[in-house]
């Protein structure tokens, strides 16, 4: 098989450090969007995290060594903490990149996307739920949303920040997808997020996607990431789908057919060649980042408790009490989640295991059971038909287990979370 990469293996061991850290600074927010995990409030809460806390959970981030990992603050809307600057200032002094996921409200104004990127931080992501103000704005439950996104969209990187445009996939928006890519490409991102629902909060209320449409809408996020840079979050099978389209390229057949990819995939894929969208313009994919939750990931909540993903609401502990490193090390719940032997059902049997294990905070939101099979995946382990291709691109146990081959180490290409 040919030497490009197709999936990015984090560079450093997961079981003793994070790729990324996200806090949720805050609860309060102005939105009422349909699918919030933190069921956002109006006002804040009494137990947030207050600035001496906050700063010594930046500290604690600083010990997992350096580089730290990424450390995201969002919300809620973090701009609804009046010390937000002081805190990304003092990551900086702390040897910790900061980056910031505000909401889309009147907050978002040049003058503070101004100090936020003087103060330090390294990167802004946005939320664009729909290419029009009917559907973002009515996703978002509050009108202006969608001006507000796109002008702060093109402030920062006007400012010169790095962007990254988050989308939630849902009933609402399923065909619209190709008109998003269209304005992330017109606008610029360093990266374009497909965020797959998880039944928590507010979004326990969405409709939800059946596993087919799944499948083809991560094949339609697979083909856009030669237009533009493309990820997908609580999505861990786009990593399964890579792998089978780089075989199934290599060989020179077609993905339609051998994956059964249906009606949704062939309109989403209409659309982007009406629009444009398939003459490329990139040379490559972005490979998908090998992260999952509690695998690279960790997610502090407003209050402090420790969590392996903002939409996986079972606690490991809180770092009010024990260090952020320690409970990551070697809580229960983080080093089961990054065994892949405990996995069941279909994603305990299957041959990706290993580089997908399927959204953990999915598999509990419907079943109770953070172990069980990804219900958002119609894969039948052992079913794609090249298995012996497919092998020389899977990794072997000890780059599972979150060392990976010397080879394969390099600079991290950096998402803004």
């Known amino acids: 098989m040919s030497g490009v990469q197709a999936i990015r293996r984090q560079h450093q061991n997961v079981a003793d450090k994070p790729f990324i850290v996200i806090w949720e600074s805050t609860r309060a927010c102005p939105l009422a969007c349909l699918h919030c995990r933190a069921e956002a409030v109006p006002d804040r809460h009494p137990r947030e995290l207050d600035t001496a806390t906050a700063k010594d959970l930046l500290h604690q981030v600083a010990a997992f060594g350096q580089p730290a990992p990424l450390f995201v603050i969002t919300g809620g809307d973090p701009f609804q903490r009046p010390d ?27 003058d503070r996307l101004r100090a936020v990127h003087e103060a330090g931080a390294v990167g802004l992501s946005l ?23 796109l002008d702060a969209w093109d402030t ?13 996939v849902a ?33 326990r209320q969405l409709g939800v996607l059946t596993a087919a449409e799944a499948e083809d809408v991560l094949n339609f996020v697979h083909d856009v990431g030669l237009t533009v840079p493309a990820k997908t979050t609580e999505a861990h099978h786009f990593r399964r789908v890579a792998l089978q389209r780089k075989v199934l390229a290599e060989l020179g057949e077609d993905h339609v057919a051998v994956l059964g990819l249906g009606p949704l995939y062939r309109q989403l894929r209409d659309r982007a060649a009406e629009l444009g969208l398939n003459a490329g313009g990139r040379r490559a994919r972005r490979p998908p980042l090998d992260v999952n939750a509690g695998r690279g990931f960790v997610f502090i909540s407003h209050t402090g408790t420790v969590h392996p993903s903002g939409f996986l609401p079972l606690g490991a502990g809180s770092v009010r009490e024990r260090p952020l490193p320690e409970i990551y ?34 598999a509990y939101g419907v079943t109770g059971d953070p172990y069980a099979e990804e219900p958002w995946c119609g894969y039948r382990p052992g079913t794609f038909p ?21 080879s394969e180490r390099r600079a991290p290409q950096q998402d803004v979370m």
């Open 84 to 110: 937000l600057l002081e805190l990304i200032r003092y990551g900086e002094e702390a040897g910790v990149r900061v980056a910031v996921s505000p909401s889309g409200t009147p907050t978002l104004t040049p």
């Open 127 to 149: 939320s664009l739920d729909g290419s029009t103000a009917e559907l973002h704005d009515g996703f978002r439950g509050v009108p202006g949303v969608f001006r507000w996104t």
């Open 156 to 168: 920062a990187r006007a400012l010169g920040m790095k962007v990254q445009i988050n989308t939630t």
């Open 171 to 203: 009933r609402h928006n399923l065909l619209d997808l190709p008109d998003i890519v269209r304005l992330v490409a017109e606008h610029g991102a360093m990266l374009w997020s497909a965020f797959f629902l998880v039944p928590t909060g507010r979004g």
């Open 329 to 362: 090390r070697t809580s229960e719940l983080f080093t089961g989640l990054r065994d892949p032997d405990r996995l069941r059902g279909r994603c305990g049997a299957c041959e990706f295991r290993r580089v997908c294990g399927g959204s953990r905070s999915r």
């Open 386 to 406: 090249y298995q012996r291709e497919l092998a020389a691109l899977l990794p072997g146990d000890a780059t599972a287990a979150g060392s990976s081959p010397p």
